[in-house]
């Protein structure tokens, strides 16, 4: 009777170790060490706040571009006629509007800057304002100089009796700031 007791302790000896390496393995298999965790869950944590940074930012290019057409097209409406009796200046006086914009070509002649098509930038911006302008458009003011904003730049260009190469220059910027004060 001894030898099958001993026999019996043995087989559960046997199992419940076999048990506990089994469960050991799973452990060490699975189980991250703490640093490796903590440093999952700060970068869930930075994917996260950067979704509602990017979303963030989307809404904020969304109304800086709806209040930039609108200023544009608040830019393009005609002054009403003057009446009959009233004399015609000899030069129309610049609006409020366009004398921003003057001011803005006026600083990118001084800081003699040159733009081409993968230029970025808010004086992209200030080109495609000027665009909108010319061309009486409400096209998005992107600040990327694009195949559009070349084409455009092309087209004024010509019109203006320039180098049609699609690059702004201080030459550029004075037929635009020419054309403005005109209007």
């Known amino acids: 009777m001894c030898i099958v007791q001993n026999f019996k302790f043995l087989v559960i000896s046997i199992l419940v170790l076999a048990g506990m390496g089994i469960v050991g393995y799973w452990a060490v298999r699975t189980i991250e060490p703490g640093d490796i965790y903590a440093n999952k869950q700060k970068q869930k944590a930075l994917e996260e706040k950067n979704k509602e940074l990017a979303e963030e930012i989307e809404k904020l290019n969304s109304e800086l571009t709806t209040t930039k ?54 004086r992209v911006g200030t080109i495609q304002t000027f665009l909108n302008l010319y061309n009486k458009t409400s096209k998005k003011v992107d600040n990327d100089f694009g195949k559009t904003t070349t084409a455009n730049v092309i087209a004024f260009q010509k019109a203006v009796g320039l180098k049609a190469d699609g690059q702004t220059g201080p030459t550029t910027y004075q037929k635009m700031i020419d054309w403005l004060k005109k209007q």
């Open 69 to 122: 057409t609108a200023a544009a097209i608040a830019a393009t409406r005609a002054p009403s006629p003057a009446p009959a009796s009233s004399p015609t200046p000899a030069t129309k006086p610049v609006s409020s509007k366009n004398q921003t914009l003057i001011n803005e070509l006026q600083k990118l002649i001084t800081d003699k800057v040159v733009m081409k098509e993968k230029s970025k930038g808010t």
